[in-house]
């Protein structure tokens, strides 16, 4: 591929598995929030041109999550091109992914009268048949043990009365040891609830991360031996819900045949590409699983006094708010984002038009007044209210138990793999630059595995990482420096006063949950080795900690509570 490449060619690599300059990554960063705006009514646009509405806003595409639709990050790419021929940086060599993207590059260098002078040179095709097949075989799989398991644990528990409906997540790991269900949601608020009120709540669990039999074995052993109430959907699923939501899992990417443009540019590629890649797939067969569930609950005559999603506006959210609308026409559904909002996830902040489909909750309760303004300017007509901030309960009455004579660097992993591996490589570097007596704590995300990790990134075994399961209140007690991106425990972290490093990306958009109005000299973003081992080395030599938990997140309290999880 690159054997017309001279030493002196000057290249853009936009392959997502390319690493950047830090000035480009520097420069998308900059762009990012601008191309977000022209994102969110791009897909306004493919949504309105193509009438969709019901089932038809389950496709990952429309809903603007950005871990599952790489639509975002693909634009952003391309405006960092457009940005350079505008300041007249000319690369000789463009390399990008596939042919989505040099469907979009090459409309930028026809605009630049750029089209005849730079080559563009495309890494691979995508293998659309070979993706749809591997689609079919986990859904089924997927199909297979959700019946199969859900019926020999005999999963299906009846409410007696009116219950309040709790939208959470349970995985393999959720019951240790046979201890009782910890929930890691919404902890602690039952403190400020009645007797009657804590019996009439049910968890309605989305199960995350099985993937064998001994994952459901487990699952299920804790699930029948919990007090907790528990709405296990799986369970309540007939052969004839299965089926439908099998058979729209196929159907429904095909609703989709009008292409809205980019900046003049063609995206019908990027877009179809993306959308097709939903065909059979398991997250949009769980998605059609929740409305039909929610369905099954109003046929079954299940009383619901009011329901709770714990809301991150993906299609699963989606299908609840859909379902309640449709089959529980009166109920209120209230929404809770219990975390610090990641702004580069543009589903986080919901849009007038999802409002205006029906897709969001009746009202969306945040855990600060900051994240509050954030979503408003997003859509103004959004009902946001301010709730207790339950998963950060720990932080308002944390402890320093630093050791002076074995500083602690807890390295905390987010969620995705590709944001994962340079972390690990980053802290990897830092070890061998430090020569000192520093222990380095790895700390994975719940909703990986330790297996996972080490599959796809191998490097955690190396000497230099203890292994941790340890909780995440115990680990920030403990701890000098924090390395991390795009998890709730950056802005934990600098909550209580620990300095934070976050990785910027150079490999896309940085992803940075703290709020630019918090003082920079405890966290900074780093792009280079040399960037984070100069921050380390600094944060190693302060002694005292300052706590911002108060100025950060709503305490826990009874009107914050009540205000959530009472319903007439």
Sequence with gaps: MKSYLLDNTKVLDLRKESKLSVDDAKLIDRIEPGVRKEYNGLIEQLISRNKLISTGLLLSVTCRNTISSSVLDTLCRVALLEEKLNNNDIPEIVYVDDSATEELVRGVLVKYGQYDNIIVDIAHHFNMPKHIVTNILKTIYLVVNDWFWSRIFRLKNRPTGSITYIDNFLFVDSFKNGQPFYDRYYTGHDEFLTELEKQKEWFAPTLVGLKYP????????????????????????TISDYLYSLIYAFYLPFKVRVYPQFRGYKVECLLSTEIMKDIASPALMKALYRYRFIRRLKKEKVRICGAIDWNENQIIDRAMNMGFKKFFPELVVNGYQGFFVLEQYASLQPTCYEKELGTIPDCIYVVSDYCKSRMLEVCSKLNVKVASAFRFSHLFSMQDHRSEDNPIILVALPN?????????????????????????????????????????????????????????????????????????????????????AIHGSRYGITLNPIPSYVSDKIWTVFYTSEQLEKFVRSALTLKERNCISEKLFHPIDELGTRSLFKFK
Aim: glycine share 4%.
């Design 416 to 500: 995705m793999i590709d944001e994962a591996k340079p972390i690990v490589n980053a802290a990897i570097n830092l070890a061998s630059a430090l020569h000192s007596n520093v222990t380095f704590i790895l700390k994975h995300h719940p909703g990986c595995t330790k297996e996972i990790l080490q599959k796809h990134i191998p490097e955690i075994t190396n000497s230099v990482f203890k292994y941790t399961d340890e909780m995440m209140p115990a680990l920030l007690s403990k701890a000098s420096v924090v390395i991390s991106s795009a998890s709730s425990v950056c802005i934990e972290s600098v909550a209580v006063g620990i300095p934070t």
């Design 214 to 237: 001994s994952d459901y074995l487990k699952l299920g052993k804790g699930i029948r031996k919990s007090k907790s109430n528990f709405l296990v959907q799986e369970a309540w699923l």
